[in-house]
Structures are given as C-alpha cells and as structure tokens.
C-alpha cells in the first residue's frame, strides 16, 4: 500500500517511528476514512449529539501527535492498527469525560491478552443490524425489534461478537482483526465463520428480522 503522494506505507513506518510528525499527518489522512467508520460504528448514542466523528478525529490526530514518541518503542504493531488504539482509547476517555464511567456502553473496556481495549457491545451492534435489515419505512419494526436483537447478540462470546464487529462494521482484514485482538490470523478466521453462524442463529429467531436474514 502506497500514500496519496506514493510514498510506501514502509517507509512512513520508518519516519513514524522516528518520530516524523508530518509522516503521522500523512498516515492519518490516508487512513482517515477508516478511523471514520470506526468511531462512528462506536460512538455511544447518547454523545452524538455533543460530538460528532470528525471531532473525535480532531482528539485521536492530537493524542496520535503526543503519543507518537511511544510509537517507535512500540511492538511491531502496524500504523493503522496503532492509529485505531489510539482512536479507540479517545472514544473512551470521552465517553468517561462526558458520560462518566458507568455510562459509557459503546466503549466498554475489557482485557485482552491483559490490554485495555474498546469492545463492541450488544448495543452498538443491534443497533447497526437492525438499521440493515429495516428500512426507514418501518421504524416502529425497529422500535420493537431493537431490544430483542440486542438480548440476542448478547448470547454470543464476547470476543467473538468484537470479531464480528471488526469484519463486519469496521471492514477490517482477517490479519488486521488478529494484529488488533492479538491472537493468530486462523484463530481470528475460526472466530469470524463461527461468530456469523451463531449470529445467523440468533436473528432467525427474532421476529419480522429473521423473515428478512433468510429472504436477504
């Protein structure tokens, strides 16, 4: 993968670590999209209204800058995997800065390989399905389905469900998804084939949206 200007993600890997500040602006332009996506999918509802995803960029792009001499000590960890740790992280400190700790549903914390790390919730993923599969049309289908979708993605194992959520609503690579949980690239696949198993399981059993899985 090249940036915009043809300069090799390799070698803004190196500036990266060499603490190169115009190699980070250029990094996170090129992955700006992305991380979009990213803090959109994870945003809590109730924090929209006060920010929005370009603002939590705005956050992520100041943190990545203060941030970046750590960088270079860092595990071979890639840029935009960094990048997304750093957005993930300022979608926490938001939620606890504007919500307080106990409301902070769409970035949750849990450990992984002893990590602090953003999951996924039960919410935010219902909420995203459930807008797939319903067309404005049928918002009081939405109204009612919503809930059951969300005790039903709530079945599924936790770091299957954040599986789901990476491939699924963050579009990243099966190596992505194992480079960000830190597990292997066939476990993560294994994960993903089961995680769409149970979850196909799951929304043929929720009525009205399980009529629309199976005609889809």
Known sequence: MTSDSGVGMEELERRLRGGDLEALAEVFSHERDRLWQIIHFRLA???????????????????????????????????????RMIVNQTLIDLHRQHLGAQKRDAACEVAIDGLPYGQATSASVAIRLVGQFTSPSRAAVRADVLGLVQAAIEQMDPIDREVLALRHFEDLTNSEVAEALGIEQDAASIRYIRALRRLKTILAQVPDLGKEVQHG
């Open 45 to 83: 509802e109730p924090l929209r209204g006060r920010l929005g995803p370009d603002d939590v960029l705005q956050e992520s792009f100041l943190a990545a800058s203060q941030r970046l001499k750590h960088y270079a000590s860092s595990p071979a960890t890639s840029p935009f995997i960094w990048l």
